[in-house]
């Protein structure tokens, strides 16, 4: 199975912050990457898939880039409603996984 | 609007059985494959299992792989999880969750509210 790395693990930010979260492939999967943000006791929320693309009604402040093993997702001015953990999973074979997750609190 | 509705979960004895039922709606249910996710406690996201529109098609995480079975009615519009010889570690929320695209590549759009299910003496 290819097995997916998140980094870091927690993030503590302010309000306004550029915020930068890392998701490692361990073998290349092209652009096949989405990003979910989850807040607590609520179902995942898809905000980017193929590593790159926005998911209708996601604010443009989130984007997401790279190819075959690492892949970013950035914030680019952290607003008080994206304090959440976010996850990174990919799709290029049947089998799919997810990274561990990125915990961002409020410094 | 879609919605996915799942139910089936509660506290059960390991080595025992249990099913989840997904009731889904708002979209045409036999275009889509269809998945189930879950979440430890505390924990990530784990894909545990997929079905093709047909049930041509299936796959199963190797945690789960011989004692899990999904299956769906497309009369019923309804997925299902057959879990056997349950485990403490299969304690988690189960989450049913609907590809995007009808075909491959499989990440979701929509996903259930969940249910948990507890393995535990």
């Known amino acids: 199975d290819i097995q997916m790395t998140q980094s870091p693990s927690t993030l503590s930010a302010s309000v306004g912050d550029r915020v930068t979260i890392t998701c490692r492939a361990s073998q290349s999967i092209s652009s096949w990457l989405a990003w979910y943000q989850q807040k607590p006791g609520k179902a995942p929320k898809l905000l980017i898939y193929?590593?790159?693309s926005l998911e209708s009604g996601v604010p443009s402040r989130f984007s997401g880039s790279g190819s075959g093993t690492e892949f970013t997702l950035t914030i680019s001015s952290l607003q008080p409603d994206d304090f959440a953990t976010y996850y990174c999973q990919q799709y290029n074979s049947y089998s799919l996984t997810f990274g561990g997750g990125t915990k961002v609190e409020i410094k | 609007e879609v919605q996915l509705v799942e139910s089936g979960g509660g506290l059960v004895q390991p080595g025992r059985s249990l099913r989840l039922s997904c009731a889904a709606s708002?979209?045409?249910?036999?275009?889509?494959?269809m998945h189930w996710v879950r979440q430890a406690p505390g924990k990530g996201l784990e894909w545990v299992s997929g079905?093709?529109?047909?049930?041509?098609?299936?796959g199963y995480a190797d945690s789960v792989k011989g004692r899990f079975t999904i299956s769906r009615d497309n009369a019923k519009n309804s997925l299902y999880l057959q879990m056997n010889s349950l485990r403490a570690e299969d304690t988690a929320l189960y989450y049913c969750a609907k590809p995007a695209s009808r075909g491959r590549p499989y990440y979701f759009d929509y996903w259930g509210q969940g249910t948990l299910v507890t393995v535990s003496s």
């Open positions: 079905i093709s529109w047909n049930s041509g098609s299936i």
């Open positions: 193929k590593a790159s």
């Open positions: 708002g979209f045409t249910f036999d275009d889509y494959a």
